[in-house]
Each structure stands twice: as structure tokens, then as C-alpha cells.
């Protein structure tokens, strides 16, 4: 018999402000099973490593708080099946679904709803998904960004500038904010240079350019407020084909940035982001002319 499963992805966001995120769990319900499940990450070292300045404790207990509350749910939705045997009623059930995929804020949030026919048990699609979207593919954009970040961060810390590029996110309280990884300041605070690590590889050309013109104009926002000055660099990871949609995209997002003022690197090019980094910004050249 097939059944209906709705399904939806739960994520872990500790810095909402820079939009970096982890697929953490599933959670799956089929009407016409009777069937309400859900499966979570185990190991939070894998969460640590993704966001290396996290206290392990604020997953734990983010989890934690999450995982009592669809226990809840669980409980109540199963005596809403187990009640309607006779009556076919899933209101609830389905009520209770809709209530966890509303859009709300908080470190742990279900997001999306989505929908999946199968023809076995639901557990098993359950267990799919969740391999899907969190075991094999726990690799999401933002942990490949994450991973671009760590081999600039190893070109720095060789080359003893880790205490010059620090991560910043600059704006102000009223105004538009992004973080950025390594940025250096001068005497008054002032952010005069920046290397933004960034994962330009995607096989998808269009999530290629939504994340080359994302940064563009983080960037040219951040000159307009006047938050960031100077020279700014792109390390960025490229497409491994140097030809096809992706590498044409990865052609049109390098001169995008050479009309905005921003340099680009391979990370593979240690020299060139060496050298930036050990330049003197302009605005400190120019104190001390």
C-alpha cells in the first residue's frame, strides 16, 4: 500500500546573523500509516567541527529541549491515531504537524513541508531521508564555506597573521550587518581590509551566481556604510571543470568582482593571498606618508 508522508527538516542555527546552518534531524508523519517519527543527529562533534567556536553544551541543550518537545508531540499524536482506528479523525495529527513547521525563531527550527509517497514502511523513508539530508549530505553550502574558511585560516596562522585578520561583523546595531572571517583594523577600530573566504564550486550555476552576487553586494553595502574600508579579498574555492555552465558562471561572478573593486584567489594560490594579507592597507599608508 502506498502512503503519504509529510516530512520536514530540522536545522541548528546558532548565529542567525550569518545565516550558517546544520541539518540536524527529520521529522516524518504518514497519515494513513499512523505513523509519527522523527531521527536526530547523535555525534556533536560533528557540530563542533562546523562551528569550531561553539560551546558543545549549546547543541546538547538545544537538542535537548527540542527532542522533549517532539517526545510530547509524539505521545499525543500516537493516542490521536491510536483513537481514530474507528473513526478515521487525523485532525489532530495533522494540526500538530502544521503547528512544528510554522516558521519560528530559536536555535533548533523545522523548516519547510514537504511531501513523499512510499510504498513501504514509513520508518524506512524516514531513515532515507535523514541519510539524504543529514548523514552522507551533511555537507550543505555553508560547511563547504566553512571548510574554504579553515585552509585561509591555515595560509594566515603559518604566515603569523592570525592576530592581524580577526573575525568581525561589521555594521552597526541600526544599520545592515555581515560577518566576515578575517578582517583588519586600524588604530581607531576601523576595518581597513578583509578576506572573505568563499565557495564558488557548485555544480548548479545558478546557486554559483545567487552566492557570487550575494556577497557582491554584502560588500558593496558595507563600503556604503561606510562599516568597511579598503581592499577586500575573495579566497575563493573554484569549479574543478574549466569548462561548461559552472565554470562560465565562476567567469561572469570574477569580473563581477573586478567592476566592484574586490580582488579574487584561488585558495590554492597561497602567495596571492599572502601577499594581500601582508600588504599595508591604504588608509594606514596614507597616516603615516
Known amino acids: ?14 548565529y ?27 555525534r556533536v562533534s560533528r557540530i563542533t567541527a562546523f562551528f569550531e567556536e561553539l560551546d558543545a553544551n549549546v547543541f546538547r541543550r538545544a537538542r535537548r529541549v527540542y527532542l522533549n518537545e517532539l517526545e510530547r508531540i509524539t505521545q499525543s499524536v500516537e493516542l490521536a491515531f491510536a483513537q481514530s482506528i474507528h473513526t478515521n479523525n487525523i485532525n489532530f495529527p495533522t494540526f500538530a504537524f502544521g503547528e512544528l513547521v510554522k516558521p519560528r525563531e530559536g536555535l533548533m527550527t523545522a523548516i519547510g513541508d514537504r511531501v513523499v509517497m512510499t510504498d513501504g514502511d514509513p520508518r ?17 553550502k555553508a560547511y563547504l564555506e566553512r571548510d574554504v574558511e579553515k585552509r585561509v585560516h ?8 592570525t592576530g592581524i585578520y580577526r573575525e568581525q561583523t561589521l555594521g552597526g546595531s541600526d544599520t545592515y550587518k555581515a560577518r566576515l572571517p578575517f578582517v583588519r583594523t586600524d588604530s581607531q577600530g576601523h576595518a581597513v581590509r578583509a578576506i572573505k573566504p568563499i565557495f564558488l564550486g557548485h555544480d548548479d550555476p545558478t546557486r554559483l551566481y545567487d552566492h557570487g552576487w550575494d556577497w557582491i553586494g554584502k560588500i ?30 565562476f567567469a561572469e561572478i570574477s569580473e563581477q568582482l573586478r567592476m566592484h573593486d574586490i580582488m579574487l584567489a584561488n585558495t590554492s594560490d597561497k602567495q596571492r593571498i599572502l601577499a594581500f594579507a601582508e600588504a599595508l592597507p591604504d588608509l594606514e599608508t596614507s597616516e603615516t606618508d
Not at 591555515?154 to 597573521?161: E, F, G, K, P, Q
Request: hydrophobic share 45%; with cysteine; glycine share 6%.
Open 220 to 249: 558593496a553595502k558595507l563600503r556604503k556604510d561606510r562599516t568597511l574600508h579598503g581592499d577586500v579579498l575573495f579566497a575563493a574555492e573554484a569549479p574543478k571543470n574549466n569548462f561548461g555552465a559552472s565554470a562560465t558562471a
Open 124 to 140: 524506512e523513508k524516514l531513515d532515507e531521508i535523514f541519510d539524504h539530508y543529514v548523514g552522507r549530505s551533511f555537507v550543505t
Open 1 to 14: 500500500m502506498k502512503h503519504v508522508c509529510r516530512y520536514t527538516i530540522v536545522r541548528f542555527m546558532p
Open 16 to 42: 542567525p546573523e550569518t545565516g550558517e546552518f546544520a541539518n540536524v534531524g527529520v521529522v516524518l508523519m504518514s497519515p494513513t500509516a499512523k505513523f509519527f517519527g522523527y531521527k536526530f543527529i547523535e
Open 154 to 161: 591555515s595560509i594566515l596562522r603559518a604566515a603569523d597573521l
